[in-house]
């Protein structure tokens, strides 16, 4: 497996606040990694900058080799933390426009989940619940068949039984060799589908290890030695 | 859907337990073909890496043999499965009979306790 991620002393400050004090940090695909840390931790600031919708103040960021930009966003299937998608589109459009802008996008798998949930080709975002509005989002992103999945909070503000039906859907469609790396505060939920964690805390990469490690060494779950590390 | 983990032991592990009941207990018998590492990863609710090493683990033991490109197959050594059944019972019977020493029975009581048990079941 070759290192697909990997930034070196990235800092991205707002004004006088710094979100991410100089990162490094490089993980490999084929790997599902969990990028933890409570709210403000910059979590959501490298998942941006990986994005290209922000830029670094300084140091660097590669995805794939390249630095963030119109390639890869190609290899790149991002799921941002909010609705992103205008949420008068139906469906159909939905599919048709991700048809449109990803040649890696497998209009039939997505279509295929649509239809084992009973979402109507021409139901608008907007008249869907929150949960099936993210479930709808879920399916587009992983019916691409990507190097790299950015998942921004894919569960957050879902019920539990929504919950498990997102887990199930990234482990059932990520591709074997892609890296998925999936943002969450939520770490009891997620903790049995990863290889690695990353703690992050204040901009800073605290921890970065495998998740049996965590369990082994500490003797505690993941979420539990979460909740030692970020005591407030 | 998914599977119970318990806190503070590597996950691998606790599937390979899980496993080596279901094989030992004949749920999965002796020489079947075993379900391919993501459909059972799915059935877990874990990573495949993570079902793909317990699985190599199960291997290394001999439980799970791998027959090259059609997949992995419950071992048909009967006395290697009937050798884990035994293991995984002495296991439970240890887990038991220490929780009653705490509760402070004497291994007399305790053979009394589980013989009145054993005929309640009955």
Redesign the interface.
Known sequence: MSVIFECRDLVKSYGNVTALKGISLQLES???VGLLGPNGSGKTTLIKLANRLLQPTSGELRIAGETPGVKTKAAIAYLPDKDFLPDWMKTDALLKFYGDFFPDFDRQRAEEMLMSLNIPSNLPLKKMSKGTREKVQLILIMSRRAQVYLLDEPIAGVDPAAR?YI??TI??NYE?NALVLISTHLIADVE????EAVFLKEGQIVLHKS??EI??E????V??YFREVFRC | MKWDFKSGEPIYQQIMRVLRTQIASGEYPPGCRFPAVRELALEAGVNPNTMQRALAELEREGLLVTVRTTGKFVTEDQELISRTRSDLAADSIRALIGSLKNLGLTEEQILKEVEHSLKEVE
């Open positions: 084929g790997r599902i498990d887990l199930r482990l059932n074997e049995s589908v990863l290889d998740t049996d369990r082994e500490t003797g505690k779950s979420d539990e």
